[in-house]
């Protein structure tokens, strides 16, 4: 009880903060310095998974040659990215409803996600990044909303081609990561920053 209190204050902190960063103008007031940061963590991964993503679904709009860049590469690039960053930094990715099960979110990652939900269903969302607090680190969410391009691999299984379905039920036996509809929220991307030994 006492600890899902503290951290709701935290949540509650890190939207504070998350609106600060998005207030962010122009005219060039700043991102709180660790959320700009943890943000440009993120973009990197984003970016070099999303690349990949678009560049296959485009030589092969089934999503056959892309569903087998994310079940066999995605892990790896995840791991290459990692070495890029500081010793102190981690980039992943998680989800309530979940395909790799590598991929599963601790209780924190859980209550930011179900709180991004409880969001969108009152209609208070907002697609901004979160910080909380988790043992002395910080952790920077971004949360990933569904595109028309993943529907092809996590839309109705009706809707997904049959071989791109097959592919995905060969490497995720237990996939959940299927049903969505544009805008609803896929999962999360997060960086996590620990503070340097000193
Ligand atoms: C071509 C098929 C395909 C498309 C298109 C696709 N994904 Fe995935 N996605 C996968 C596979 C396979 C995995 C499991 C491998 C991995 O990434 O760890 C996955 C995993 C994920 C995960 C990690 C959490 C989990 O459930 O394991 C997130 C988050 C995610 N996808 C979001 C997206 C978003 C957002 C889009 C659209 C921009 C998208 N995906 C498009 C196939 C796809």
Redesign the pocket.
Known sequence: MKKSLVLFSMIAIGALMASEAQSASPTGRQMPAEVKEGVGYIKMLGKE??GN?KK??KKDPS?????????KS??RL?KEVNAKYPENVRVY???L????????PDATDRKVMEEMEKQMKEGTFKKKPVVVEVNGAKRIYVP???????????GPVEKIDPK?RE??AK??PE???VGFKEGDL????VAEITEKKK
């Open positions: 998974l999303k993503l296959y679904l999503g056959l040659q892309a569903a087998y860049f994310c079940a995605a892990e995840t990715r998680t989800a409803k979940l395909r790799n099960p590598k991929n599963a990933l909303m569904v595109e028309k391009a993943c529907l092809k691999c996590h791109v592919t995905i490497h995720y996939d959940k990561a896929r999962g999360v991307i």
